[in-house]
């Protein structure tokens, strides 16, 4: 889906530039689009989301019904949205949406979403082959944490503006093929995920940018030129900001968020003592960008 070396396949860039950041400040629960019911998806609702999704590559939205905060609700609207394409993950469960919640098991579920730990800023399968690239995201959340579990949100085409703004040198060394590498995966000896080396930004033949990225310090490797190093430090400055243009909201019981793999966080939770009450969310990683039709 991503090209190489392209120009940014926008028409205007000032023009987009300008209207991307005339819609801040916004306050999450501005987009946050009530569904009723998921088996009946009215054009309006659809609009609204796709209005979201146009403006910001995400949208917040509210399972009404509790009976349809469940996996096949979310699965339903990710279908009429155009997720079809599921990224099969290694933690996925058989019907290829993740539960996330804490888990004891050893081994690969010792990854940070699986425990109470914060999550650092990041846009989801970073990691992922170039023909695997994830373009959009769905998260939903089937039960709150008790204390904590605060989801931070920052529209990639946001962060793009700000760097650029700042430098354009910074989005050249981000558009660098060799701009990061991600070490291989080995778990107990096999290799689980060969290395992958690639752009933070490319330019889709569907006029967006992707972004991949993790603020983790561990297992990245950079490209060693003062453009790439000073974008990074640029944008750690920006997670420890009051930026207007970072949303925070703490999804509560039959919310999520739909996106076109946005930067995203989460701070760290406490969990219920009771098993059945724990908090739990359910991921689902696409191939396919949100439909806006
Ligand atoms: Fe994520």
Known sequence: MTISNPHPAISSYPEWRQSKLSTYPLLPEQLI???????????????????????????????????????????????????????????????????????????????????????????????NADDKQIHGVILHCARPAIEGGMNYVLDH???????????????????????MTIPANILNGEIIRPEQTGPVFSYTRDRRIHMRYSARLRNIIWRDDDATQEALAFLRTLWESD???????????????????????????????????????????????????
């Open 33 to 127: 689009i009530d569904i009723p019911d998921i088996n009946g998806l009215t054009h309006n609702i659809i609009s609204q989301m796709s209005k979201n999704i146009t403006k910001h590559n995400f949208s917040f939205y509210r399972f009404e019904n509790p009976d349809q905060n469940n996996k096949q609700a979310v699965h339903n609207l990710a279908t009429n949205r155009g997720l079809i394409h599921v990224d099969n993950n290694l933690c996925s469960d058989a019907d290829n949406l993740t539960s996330i919640e804490v888990r004891e098991n050893r081994g690969q579920h010792e990854y940070v979403p699986y425990t109470s730990r914060p999550i650092n800023w990041h846009t989801d399968g970073y990691y």
């Open 157 to 179: 085409d946001i962060a793009y503006i700000l760097l650029k703004d700042e430098n354009p040198a910074y989005i050249d060394a981000l558009c660098h093929p060799n701009a």
């Open 243 to 293: 930026s207007p243009y970072i949303l925070s909201y703490k999804l509560q019981a039959g919310e999520g968020f739909i996106s076109n793999n946005v930067l995203h966080a989460r701070t760290t939770f406490k969990d219920h003592n009771n098993k059945e009450m724990k908090r739990l969310l359910y991921r689902g990683r696409f191939f396919d960008a949100v439909n806006i039709k």
